[in-house]
């Protein structure tokens, strides 16, 4: 059973997370910020990882606080529902277009946090969200998920596609990295765990 939920509450959030690996990429989310629901249904739909994500946030201070702790719980959801990550194929890759943008992410269950984003987004805000969030999110996921993940936006003129893709890419990268490798039955690493 690769699922985990877990609860972070702090005094700037309130945030419970809950997963399936192997769900059917249903998402059930209510973070308070619109553009960071759209995101999450990305990840969620092209993952094929059913994700609840409910939060309140500080969001009358601005949305910094709420995208990094939501980024945070989802990746201690993470490293929770791999487990000791036996079996799995560990590294996922995937290039996803929408329009003119494309983006390209890479990742690795590494158990070794490390972020690589190259995203030069053509304008500051999505509406209402400060594209910055975009990078303290995964940021937050990788660093409490122990994974490696490298994401780059290779095109895009609309900032819109840009996260998109960088999200549904990530996604499909993920997918790929917890499928379960029917040749492999132990830790894919020659140290012997990750």
Not at 32 to 55: K, P, S, T, W, Y
Not at 156 to 174: C, I, S, V
Request: no cysteine.
């Amino acid at each position: 059973m690769r699922k985990a939920e877990v609860s972070r509450n702090t005094l700037e959030t309130r945030i419970t997370v809950r997963l399936d690996l192997d769900g059917t990429g249903a998402a059930k989310l209510d973070t308070g910020i619109g553009f960071l629901d759209h995101m999450l249904d990305q990840i969620a739909r092209h993952g094929m990882i059913d994700l609840d994500v409910q939060a309140k946030g500080d969001l009358h201070i601005d949305g910094h606080h709420t995208v990094e702790d939501i980024g945070i719980t989802i990746g201690q959801a993470l490293s929770q529902a791999l487990g000791d990550k036996k079996g799995l194929r560990r590294y996922g890759h995937a290039y996803v277009p929408l329009d003119e943008a494309l983006s390209r992410v890479v990742v690795d269950l590494s158990g070794r946090p490390g972020l690589v984003f190259e995203v030069p987004f053509t304008r500051s805000m999505i509406g209402e969200f400060d594209v910055d969030l975009v990078h303290e999110f995964f940021q937050g996921l990788v660093n409490h998920a122990f994974i490696t993940v490298q994401i780059d936006n290779l095109r895009g003129d609309n900032a819109h596609h840009q996260a998109e893709t960088a999200f549904k890419a990530f996604g499909r990268a993920l997918r790929m990295a917890v499928e379960a490798d029917p040749r492999f039955t132990g830790v894919p690493s020659t140290k012997g765990s990750l």
